[in-house]
């Protein structure tokens, strides 16, 4: 049974939680407190899985409480809950936020947000991946910037411009963005010059996937070789690139065209953190590969897992939709998902072979995963929608 703890000096709202929470009793041991030192004092206990916290208590805060369970419990998912009144008091703590939830929560999005997290743990559990990751010592917090423009988005009072000042107010960030924007990836027949002019023309939905892929990737930086990490941050626009397109050939709405997008560029995060935690296994992982084992079959042998696996891990803590984080945890087998329709996942699975096929002169079929498109009834649409769009991007790019 998971371990999560509830803290808020407000009683009358940990008694609400009480009564709202008590069906979950039989899945969550669950300890409300209302003394934050006490609090502090359980956390050393290290037991939690996860920890909820609200931010504005005076005694002790949210941040000090959370800061304390990344000490004592680093695998613990820890959620913040805060009003935007609070936001700068959210924003100082964002190196150990894993989630932020807006309150009033209610009971359905809070059970939801932390249920989505013990399920995929679970999972671990029960292959060997959760060895995997507590080897991890700490795991990536929600990026900073991210959360600072996810915010302004959700403010009863929030701007496009208030977002583009956001971006501007990082010029690593903002650099990135333009760079990424002006590219062929993207295609603009006008050159965007700055965060403002982005925001305009490609809307905030993209704006927002962009900053938080940038940030992904620059939390990394320092901790894995420079070569490596261009080399994923090439493909990621790549994957995002064509995710996008596949997604359109399919009909998909503007949302869905962005969260393909969004789960192309973010398909290897999971490689991210195989090259910074797992080194010395990568290296292992490789020299299997030059052997002729199978990608993600080495990664298995290894580790105990795919950086699928580690992926998915990684952003169903930081709370991501549930469609991107399907995407993620399949794309190279989605007959193991059990979607009976098209959805991000099939965009994803789409762009992976368009790429890997594009990479290494190989034929779709032997990628392309027939079970899982007989599934929902695209086999002979896929066949084409790869071969339009495999021509288009090679031709371009070659």
């Known amino acids: 049974m998971k371990q999560v703890l509830f803290v808020d000096d407000d009683a009358g709202i940990l008694d609400g939680l009480k009564r709202l929470l008590r069906r979950m009793r039989h899945r969550w041991q669950m300890e409300f407190v209302v003394d934050p030192h006490a609090a502090l004092k359980l956390i050393e206990s290290g037991k939690f899985d996860v920890v909820v916290s609200d931010m504005q208590m005076p005694e002790v805060s949210g941040v000090e409480i959370l800061r304390h369970a990344k000490q004592y419990s680093p ?51 029960s292959a060997q991946v959760q060895k995997t990751v507590s080897r991890i010592s700490s795991l990536p917090t929600l990026p900073d910037i991210y959360m600072r423009v996810m915010a302004e988005a959700s ?80 493909r990621s626009l790549l994957m995002g690139s064509l995710a996008k397109q596949t997604a359109t050939a399919l009909a ?44 993600l079959a080495a990664e298995v042998q290894v580790l105990g897992c795919t950086h699928m696996d580690l992926g998915a891990y990684l952003l169903t803590l930081w709370g991501l939709p549930r469609g991107v984080i399907e995407a993620i945890a399949y794309h190279h087998q989605p007959s193991a998902s059990i979607g009976d329709r098209a959805s991000t996942l099939t965009a994803v699975h789409l762009a992976e072979v368009i790429a890997q096929c594009g990479a290494a002169g190989c034929a779709p079929a032997t990628l392309l995963d027939t079970a899982y498109l007989a599934r929902i009834g695209m086999e002979q649409r896929a066949g084409t929608i790869i071969d339009d769009l495999s021509r288009t991007q090679f031709s371009n790019t070659g």
């Open 155 to 234: 403010a009863p009072d929030g701007t496009l411009q208030g977002v583009a000042e956001i971006v501007a107010s990082d010029p690593s960030i903002t650099t990135k963005l333009l760079q990424i924007v002006n590219s062929a990836y993207f295609g603009m027949r006008t050159t965007v010059n700055s965060p403002t002019q982005a925001v305009s023309l490609l809307g905030l939905d993209a704006v927002r996937s962009l900053v938080l892929a940038i940030e992904v990737f620059r939390s990394f930086e320092g901790k894995s070789a420079q070569a490596g990490l261009q080399a994923l941050w090439s």
């Open 252 to 295: 998909f709405d503007r949302k869905q065209i962005e969260q393909a997008s969004l789960s192309g560029m973010l398909a290897d995060v999971g490689m991210l953190v195989l090259l910074s935690e797992f080194p010395e296994p990568n290296q292992s992982i490789a020299a299997l590969i030059k052997d002729g084992v199978e990608p």
């Open 75 to 125: 695998q613990a998912v820890r959620v913040a809950l805060s009003d935007y009144a609070e936001a700068e008091m959210v924003l100082e703590a964002a190196g150990v936020i894993h989630q932020f939830l807006a309150k009033p929560c209610d009971a359905e999005h809070l059970i939801e947000c932390v249920d989505e997290v013990i399920r995929l743990q679970d999972r671990l559990q």
